[in-house]
């Protein structure tokens, strides 16, 4: 337990407590699906890890599983899953190549009329608590590229100042991997405004296509 988890009443605790001894990604799936370092297992159907090749040369991390991805137990199946699919095959991003996870993961909702589940951003605290996954993940991966999907992946990776708007689409070179892309969430562009959404979804794409040219452009270090 962590010495903040027992002093103080603000902390909701961590993944950290669940984090198994030299951990491996399957070791981690498997004692992932078993975290309670936040409240957010209580009402969610599953944790829903990271998916892909241990040889993927991108990692992708949203914000949490959304409605669609809860139920079935992986990352990015839903409508923002499509979007994403989309977004790669246009920058000629193969996704099974690419490893992809979120930020948070458990699904945070709150019901709303005929039982519909609204997705609910998750706190501060509880990206927090969940942010040791997501580190092991990378650690154990190693992907050349990191792309955050909106700022709540940003800001897990980059720190609560880094602001999406001014930074996207440009590659930041980081201890963790070669570069982090930040670019917008596929989930705000299906809510866009009908008006705005083509730009958006062109933006997005824009910036996935700087990560294919990113991984073009810079020879692999990797054996
Ligand atoms: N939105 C996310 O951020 N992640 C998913 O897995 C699905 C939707
Ligand atoms: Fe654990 Fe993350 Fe789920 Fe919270 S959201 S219970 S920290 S896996």
Known sequence: MSPQRAS???STG?????IPPNPTLPKLREAAAGCRGCDLWVNATQTVFGEGPRAAEVMLVGEQPGDQEDRQG????????????????????????VYVTNAVKHFKFVVIERGRRLHKKPSAGEVRACN???????????????????????QALLGKQFRVTQH???????DIADAIVATVHPSAILRAPDE???????EFFADLA??????????????
């Open 132 to 154: 040791p996954w997501l580190q092991e993940e990378i650690r154990l991966l190693k992907p050349r590229v990191v792309v955050a999907l909106g700022a709540t992946a940003a």
């Open 168 to 174: 996207r689409g440009k590659p930041i070179p980081t």
């Open 74 to 97: 992986h990352p990015f199946v839903g409508p923002a899953g499509r979007l994403l699919d989309a977004g790669l095959e246009h920058a000629g991003i193969d996704r099974s190549r």
């Open 8 to 10: 103080s009443p603000l």
């Open 210 to 223: 700087v990560v294919a040219k990113y991984l073009k452009s810079h020879p692999t270090n990797r054996p």
């Open 14 to 18: 961590s993944a950290a407590d669940f």
């Open 196 to 202: 705005a959404r083509e730009e958006a979804r062109q």
